[in-house]
């Protein structure tokens, strides 16, 4: 079946340092590739996708590559801010089974 | 209207008590998701429906019986819950229905939530 794998946190940072969370994936077909954020006490939200091998996402600095031939969609952004300070999931859907398929998640702190 | 609305935020039931979570999207979506997320974890799919009829019911215990009265709204409705039961409630609407292959994406739109405590 489909899976995602993130790696392990959590994850605390200086402000303006260099963020990358990994993710990595086994998927039946061709799937769409997301990265969910969620703030403290809040639902989640769309930060990021791709659709396609080699297409990039991008959002309020935050950026992922859909690469095919790695099986993989790290999340990077140049400069974190303490109010990036959140969990962060990575997840894939495949038409197959019509389900959203999370990873574990990670919780990043970054301090002022 | 972009968003997913969830009522309550915050709910307390007994184990003997019958309560109901709403959820309401205008976005014209055609399917209406339920996850559950216990803390630091991902969301589980609970329930799906596409097009009003449900399509998922990944074997939840009958105490929860999802309903969808129309194509915005779906409720959960809650009975006899046991403690471990206590969890962030999510809801989520996508704008095309499961099985529409080539067209759903899987981008999903979560409500806030409702947070469940049963004691």
């Known amino acids: 079946g489909d899976s995602v794998t993130q790696m392990e946190g959590p994850v605390t940072l200086s402000e303006e340092a260099f963020l990358t969370i990994n993710c990595t994936y086994t998927?039946?077909?061709?799937?769409?590739l997301f990265w969910y954020v969620q703030y403290p006490g809040e639902g989640l939200q769309l930060l990021l996708k791709?659709?396609?091998?080699?297409d990039k996402g991008s959002n309020k600095g935050f950026e992922a590559t859909y690469r095919k031939e790695t099986t993989s969609f790290h999340l990077e952004k140049g400069s974190v801010q303490v109010s990036d300070s959140a969990v962060y999931f990575c997840?894939?859907?495949?038409?197959?089974?019509?389900?959203?398929?999370f990873g574990k998640g990670i919780t990043l702190s970054v301090r002022p | 209207d972009t968003e997913v609305t969830q009522t309550p935020k915050h709910l307390v039931m007994g184990m003997t008590n019958k309560k109901s979570l709403k959820c309401e999207q205008h976005?014209?979506?055609?399917?209406m998701y339920w996850y559950k997320q216990k803390a630091k974890k991902p969301p589980e799919l609970m329930f799906v429906?596409?097009?009003?009829?449900l399509s998922i019911n990944e074997s939840v215990p009958s105490r929860f019986s999802p309903e969808c009265p129309n194509s915005s709204l779906l409720n959960l409705h809650l009975h006899a819950l046991q403690p471990e039961d206590s969890a962030l409630y999510l809801c989520?609407?996508?704008?095309w229905g499961t099985g529409e292959w080539g067209l759903n994406t899987g981008e999903l739109f979560f409500g806030e939530g409702s947070r469940l405590t049963v004691l």
């Open positions: 989520a609407s996508s704008l």
């Open positions: 998927a039946t077909g061709y799937p769409s």
């Open positions: 791709a659709t396609k091998a080699d």
């Open positions: 997840a894939i859907y495949t038409g197959a089974n019509s389900k959203l398929t």
């Open positions: 976005m014209g979506h055609r399917a």
């Open positions: 429906y596409s097009y009003e009829k």
